[in-house]
């Protein structure tokens, strides 16, 4: 049985002031014991509040990205070792910003993905069709070869520890929701695409959904057989909205 997922993906947003009444929030209206586990992906700087706040509760944390090389000369940039070093169970790889604004191909998110899996990470490894493919009817062969890259590079053993996250570059931070129909047929073809190469891994592993999700939104797309919860933006940022889809989780 897959436990639903709700992870809020904090982008390029924060305070520290802010990271402390969040994480407070967070920490008081969730329980271990409750129906969903709750992940933040907060920007580097607040990884170390971060940790200080939520070590030893029932909320992990994570990276934005990595850098795949290991550490040297890379300015600017954090490795794989520093997220472990700052507790971190998690690490988003190949986020459609990513792959948008800073030119990540798919060779590079496979990279990443390895060197996450290498240092002990649970990558979250986020794929999505824009606007125009869906509209051309290439969803499937684009979330299909997302995969594939991932794949080829890292082995189907490596998604043992590993989650998805199908986001539709068209429903992010617009307000346009997937329907949890278009979601869930998605969500199936990716876990057929791994059933053929991993049944237990294809059953195992959780396919977030993400995309504009929210309080009102959530509890239909998560109760999609294929859906495991849920990669949230915008709606993550405040306690009260990211514990109302923790609170729509059944
Ligand atoms: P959104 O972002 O919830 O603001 O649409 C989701 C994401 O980019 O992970």
């Known amino acids: 049985m897959r436990k639903i997922l709700v992870a809020g993906n904090w982008k390029m947003h924060g305070s520290k002031s802010m990271v402390q009444s969040l994480l407070k929030g967070l920490l008081a209206g969730s329980s271990a014991g409750g129906a969903a586990e709750l992940a933040v992906f907060p920007s580097f700087p607040y990884l170390a509040q971060t940790e200080s706040i939520l070590a030893g509760s029932h909320i992990k944390w994570g990276g934005q990205t990595l850098n795949p090389n290991p550490q040297g000369a890379h300015s600017g940039e954090v490795d794989s070792e520093m997220l472990v070093d700052l507790g971190c169970h998690y690490v988003l790889v190949g986020h459609s910003e990513r792959r948008a604004i800073y030119a990540e191909s798919d060779v590079d998110v496979a990279l990443r993905f390895s060197a996450a899996r290498k240092a002990g990470l649970e990558p979250v490894l986020c794929v999505g069709e824009t606007r125009e493919e869906r509209e051309a009817g290439q969803t499937e062969s684009v979330v299909g070869r997302q995969l594939d890259a991932v794949l080829a590079a890292a082995g189907i ?9 199908y ?8 307000g346009l929701t997937a329907t949890p129909a278009q979601a869930q047929c998605v969500h199936a073809f990716i876990r057929d695409k791994l059933s053929s190469l991993n049944g237990i891994i294809a059953g195992e592993i959780k396919i977030l959904y993400g995309g504009s999700v929210n309080g009102s939104n959530a509890a239909e797309l998560f109760a999609q057989i294929d859906i495991d919860g849920g990669l ?3 709606a993550s940022l405040t306690a009260e909205d990211f514990l109302a889809i923790y609170n729509a989780v059944a």
Request: aromatic residues 10%; proline residues 5%; without cysteine.
């Open 157 to 165: 053993a490596a998604f043992d520890s590993a989650t998805i996250a």
């Open 167 to 174: 986001e539709p570059v068209w429903a992010i931070g617009t």
């Open 232 to 234: 949230v933006g915008g």
